[in-house]
């Protein structure tokens, strides 16, 4: 036999754990989630199969040069970093990033650029000058000689398109690090 305190403590539990649930799927939904890299296209800054945690509040007027993030696609969703902004004149003239004529320093490429000397390669070909529209973003993934991004198959990014911004590795435990 089951008492009225009981009985009240039960549905006590049942009501919060439904609010707990509920409060984690808006969390989840609308403010940030995790997802899993798939691919080589962002080596060496993230490897395939890590989890990211994505920072959905990060408004798309807020992402700036360098930014890591979540694109949705049509059947998938893809990880890349921003490179151009609305208004931004790209060019790529003998593995040098040109923004609005101006050499961009690419640190994070160091070691990919290095692999890329050592089979006789450019990192990235030559391409541009080309204007980003507005509310638009031109990104391309790290690993320059294994990515599909804005040069060669997604296209100039809609700010709508963009789900939200890394901000770290969460998963495995033993790599657990910000995202840069």
């Known amino acids: 036999m089951v008492s009225s305190n009981s009985k009240k403590e039960f549905v006590g539990w049942g ?12 969390i989840r939904t609308f403010l940030f989630s995790p997802y899993i890299v798939e691919g080589a296209s962002m080596e060496p800054t993230l490897h395939n199969q890590e989890k990211i945690f994505v920072n959905k509040v990060y408004y798309s007027s807020q ?3 360098g ?12 990880v890349k970093r921003v490179i151009g902004k609305p208004g931004d004149t790209i060019e790529m003239k003998d593995d040098q ?3 609005n004529g101006e050499p961009y320093k690419e640190a994070y490429l160091s070691e990919n650029r290095k692999e890329a000397k050592s089979i006789g390669s450019k990192l990235t070909g030559d391409f541009g000058p080309i204007v980003v529209p507005a509310a638009n973003y031109f990104v ?3 690993n320059r000689l294994k990515s599909m991004d804005s040069r060669n198959g997604l296209g100039f990014i809609k700010q709508s398109e963009i789900i939200g911004k890394s ?3 969460i998963y495995p435990f033993s790599d657990i690090r910000t995202v840069k």
Do not use: Q
């Not at 993030?69 to 893809?78: A, D, H, L, M, R």
């Open 97 to 99: 990033l040109l923004i």
């Open 167 to 169: 901000e770290f590795v």
């Open 67 to 78: 930014d890591i993030v979540i694109i949705k696609g049509s059947t998938e969703n893809y």
């Open 63 to 65: 992402f700036t040069r």
């Open 140 to 142: 391309m993934g790290d």
């Open 15 to 26: 009501k919060s754990l439904v609010i707990a649930a509920g409060m984690a799927a808006l």
